[in-house]
């Protein structure tokens, strides 16, 4: 996959989805959305494509990090109903075995959340997996897991995301300056900012920071980002026409 990646974001608890605010999830409430009539999932991931072509969705199991549960069998149901979607799955996996499971029911990709694991043996045994991003929690200046997991960057995947959960559902912008501290760690890993996101504008600066991609989920659900904002930053400019000399 190259260039910029828009990859919107649903939320799952209690079997539908809910809209995440700031990271404090008692009092995540059901999603209101312009694109769905309601707050089930295969609605809202019809209306999100009905928005964008996006060719990838990132779903967070709030039940399953939460230790009530899991929509496994929803996720599934998901990958049957848009088979041409990569899904992103945080389960909340923290032990091998339950990370093995998962990607041997090829559900998605496996998303190792910081904030769930206790130690790097997880990442370490997955090493070389290509189907593995870790996400990089982060709630406020805390960081949420492992100190090792953040410091250790030899052992990340080539997929990072860098998860402001205080930003999430919020108006403040990208955590610019993580990003640019996650970067100085490891120039060589792609790089996916999550949480703040407002506009277009926003989009744009991530492009110049050299972000690989945003997960978006607000700024999409209540119209402040449109069909044309996310065409016009999906698609790469124009080449310049190649000069002909002198006529």
């Known amino acids: 996959m190259t260039g910029f990646q828009l990859i919107p974001v649903i939320d799952l608890m209690g079997g539908i989805v809910v809209h995440a605010r700031a990271g404090e999830r008692a009092r995540y409430e059901p999603l209101r959305s312009r694109l769905a009539d309601g707050s089930e999932a295969v609605d809202i991931v019809r209306g999100l494509l009905g928005l964008h072509p996006f060719d990838t969705v990132y779903i967070a199991d709030l039940d ?13 149901r998901l990958r049957a109903e848009f088979p041409n979607l990569e899904l992103w799955v945080d389960g909340g996996f923290e032990e091998l075995g339950t990370c093995r499971r998962f990607l041997g029911a090829g559900l998605g990709e496996l998303v190792l959340g910081s904030e769930s694991q206790r130690d790097t043996g997880v990442l370490e045994a997955l090493g070389g997996e290509r189907r593995l991003v870790l996400s990089l929690d982060f709630k406020g200046e805390e960081r949420l897991g492992p100190g090792a997991l953040f410091e250790r960057p030899e052992l990340w995947p080539e997929r990072v995301i860098v998860m402001t959960l205080a930003r999430v559902g919020g108006a403040t912008g990208p955590d610019l300056a993580r990003l640019a501290a996650i970067r100085a760690l490891a120039p060589d890993r792609r790089l996916f900012a999550a949480g703040g996101v407002r506009d277009q504008d926003d989009l744009k600066t991530l492009v110049v920071a050299d972000a690989a991609g945003v997960l978006l989920a607000s700024a999409l659900h209540d119209g402040r980002l449109t069909a044309d904002d996310l065409t016009a930053i999906s698609s790469p400019p124009p080449c310049p026409p190649l000069s002909r000399g002198r006529e």
């Open 64 to 76: 399953a990090i939460q230790r009530r549960g899991d929509h496994f069998p929803l996720i599934d």
